[in-house]
């Protein structure tokens, strides 16, 4: 038996015919040539539809988590933002030695920071709301406006402030003596 020539499997590809027999040798088709002839068909093997599907629910197993965010997702991720712009004022202030002004308004639900130079004001995402926030010299406000200075010095007194979406709480604690932040779960004083 002699192997399938180049000629043989050309005529293959072009016409489409695949006979066990080729049409000028007869040739055994061979293993390759039988591929061609079930690809030329328009045919998928079962191990190509199982490779296929196992690529798509892989795939859909990695983009699909970030659709479905959970409640305490929500509320961690606005945590950090919140106390990023904190510590952020915080390091402008000192490094500046300029006055920033943080605010929190918790009757649209806004929060944001204003010096001379810049203002910025940010809305909580998707029905999170402030549930309060803690200055010592001001008491607990859950309504209104609450702003807090930090001076050349950072501010005069700690800062707690609690977020709320549904059941989850969340705590956000500023330390006024050396700037750092915790994020707690749960109501915290």
């Not at 798509?56 to 659709?67: E, G």
């Not at 977020?163 to 779960?185: A, D, F, P, W």
């Amino acid at each position: 038996m002699a192997p399938p020539t180049v000629k043989d499997m050309m005529q293959i590809l072009q016409t489409g015919i695949c006979n066990e027999r080729s049409n000028r040798t007869n040739v055994i088709l061979s293993n390759v040539q039988k591929a061609l002839c079930n690809f030329s068909r328009g045919g998928f093997t079962l191990l190509e539809l199982i490779v296929v599907l196992f690529i798509i629910s892989l795939s859909l197993s990695l983009v699909m988590p970030s659709f479905w965010r959970s409640e305490t997702d929500i509320i961690k991720s606005e945590a950090r933002h919140i106390s990023h712009t904190l510590r952020y004022v915080y390091d402008e202030a000192i490094g500046r030695k300029q006055t920033y002004l943080f605010s929190v308004n918790l009757d649209n639900e806004t929060w944001g920071y204003k010096s001379e130079r810049e203002q910025r004001t940010f809305t909580p995402q998707e029905d999170l709301e402030i549930q309060d926030i803690i200055v010592p010299s001001l008491g607990g406000i859950s309504t209104g406006e609450v702003s807090v200075e930090f001076g050349p010095m950072g501010p005069e007194e700690p800062i707690i402030i609690h977020l709320q979406k549904r059941k989850s709480v969340y705590t956000i604690m500023l330390n006024h003596l050396n700037g750092r932040i915790k994020i707690l779960e749960g109501y915290k004083l």
